[in-house]
């Protein structure tokens, strides 16, 4: 075991030092792109993609020149990345715990109401500047340019996304025939102009934050599968720390515990008594 694990380690740190280069160019490129959607992801990326690399190169160096300092750095930044890992996990279920969709009678899609979801994503997203950013999104997407081609049978046989749903389409349950009756406040906001629709709606709004939630909810599981193998790799880095101590000290197999160099001046005497004991009986 005294090289396997600097063994593993070094491997497991290259492939991942390797792995960190596509993801800082996905995030540079993003960076440079007008298209506003994929500026969401953009801080993100370059954040996973910076300490995936530091902490990479770092558990390498350490691993395969058994340079001590170098591991110490890499077991406290995976000490954090844990700990970070874990806090995101529990508190995205915990946030997108609430939610889904509500049955529409005869129809294939469900419809997304805005007060089912936690109170900190509703917070944020019915914050103007936030929610114009996302708007600008969706209609960069085109996700509703097919749904306005539809005719009432496509509407009672085919399915629709969340945003679709909430976003392409007024309420089910507007009834514009009769004007006089009190309807739901989305059913005011919608309007057949193509840059319009429904995107002020709180119901797009919900849609938007079901895609999140169900997102948030992939992200939740993938991060457990995340904390399950860099709890592994930080007990093999822990070994490999041990390993290059060692190393430094020129006792690869533990410190040097003698601390006389030489015998007391009595020890050859008591050693010739006990060979002539031993002789004589």
Not at 69 to 78: D, Q, R, S
Not at 109 to 132: F, G, Q, T
Not at 163 to 179: D, L, M
Request: proline share 4%.
């Amino acid at each position: 075991m005294y090289r396997f694990s600097n063994t593993v380690i070094g491997f497991l740190n290259l492939f991942t030092l390797l792995a960190s280069i596509p993801i800082i160019g996905a995030g540079l490129w993003m960076a440079r792109s007008s298209t506003t959607c994929e500026s969401f992801l953009q801080t993100p990326l370059l954040v996973v993609g910076f300490v995936i690399l530091i902490i990479s190169l770092a558990g390498f160096i350490g691993a395969c020149f058994h340079v001590a300092w170098a591991l110490w750095v890499y077991l406290v930044i995976m000490l954090f990345l844990i700990g970070a890992l874990m806090a995101l996990t529990i508190f995205g279920f915990i946030v997108t715990g609430p939610g889904g969709g509500v049955v529409v009678s005869g129809r294939v899609y469900k419809e997304y109401h805005l007060d089912n979801y936690s109170p900190w994503l509703r917070k944020r997203i019915e914050d103007p500047h936030y929610w114009l950013t996302v708007k600008s999104c969706i209609l960069g997407s085109k996700a509703c340019d097919k749904v306005v081609l539809w005719t009432p049978f496509d509407y009672l046989t085919k399915d629709m996304t969340p945003i679709q749903s909430g976003c392409c389409k007024p309420p089910t349950s507007c009834n514009y025939a009769a004007a006089t009756l009190a309807q739901e406040a989305d059913c005011y906001k919608w309007n057949n102009a193509a840059a319009v629709l429904c995107y002020d709606c709180d119901s797009c709004k919900a849609g938007v934050l079901e895609d999140v939630r169900r997102d948030w909810h992939k992200l939740s599981v993938l991060n457990i599968v995340m904390v399950i193998v860099l709890i592994g790799i930080y007990s093999i880095g822990c070994c490999a720390f041990q390993n290059a101590k060692r190393a430094e000290t020129d006792y690869p197999y533990g410190h040097n515990r003698m601390y006389k160099v030489r015998p007391r001046w009595d020890f050859h005497w008591w050693r010739w008594l006990d060979d002539r004991r031993h002789q004589l009986y």
